[in-house]
């Protein structure tokens, strides 16, 4: 069964950096194209950033331009969310998705798979 395994969550202050990894295991077909979203509570899970399967093309929130950055992490179907100079509002569960749609201005997970999610804290 295909799932997504997440990592690299944790505790850290106001301007430190943070590394999410997410990799797909088990059956695939071809690649996906993947993406992070967050959610903090009481809010509505809103898209980070999203990259394209050929990893050639990005998109990103506005709200984390020049501070986080995705890519392919070195396989098939395994993507990776740098993120530096976090700040307190960053706080949230963050979720891995593939399979949804890339588009230029956002990424849609009408189909694919999420994982579980990885809590991200960032203190003040």
């Known amino acids: 069964q295909v799932h997504l395994a997440e990592s690299g969550g944790g505790l850290v202050q106001a301007g430190g950096s943070l590394r999410l990894s997410c990799a797909a295991s088990?059956?695939?077909?071809?690649?996906?194209?993947m993406a992070w979203f967050r959610q903090a509570p009481g809010k509505e899970r809103e898209l980070v950033a999203a990259?394209?399967?050929?990893?050639?093309?990005?998109y990103y929130a506005d709200s984390v331009k020049g501070r986080f950055t995705i890519s392919r992490d070195g396989a098939e179907n395994t993507v990776a969310l740098q993120m530096d100079t976090l700040k307190p509002e960053d706080t949230a569960v963050y979720y891995c998705?593939?399979?949804?749609?890339?588009?230029?201005?956002?990424?849609?997970?009408?189909?694919?798979?999420w994982g579980q999610g990885t809590q991200v804290t960032v203190s003040t």
């Open positions: 998705h593939a399979g949804g749609d890339y588009r230029n201005d956002g990424y849609l997970p009408a189909y694919g798979i």
């Open positions: 990259i394209f399967w050929t990893g050639t093309s990005t």
């Open positions: 088990g059956r695939t077909v071809g690649e996906y194209n």
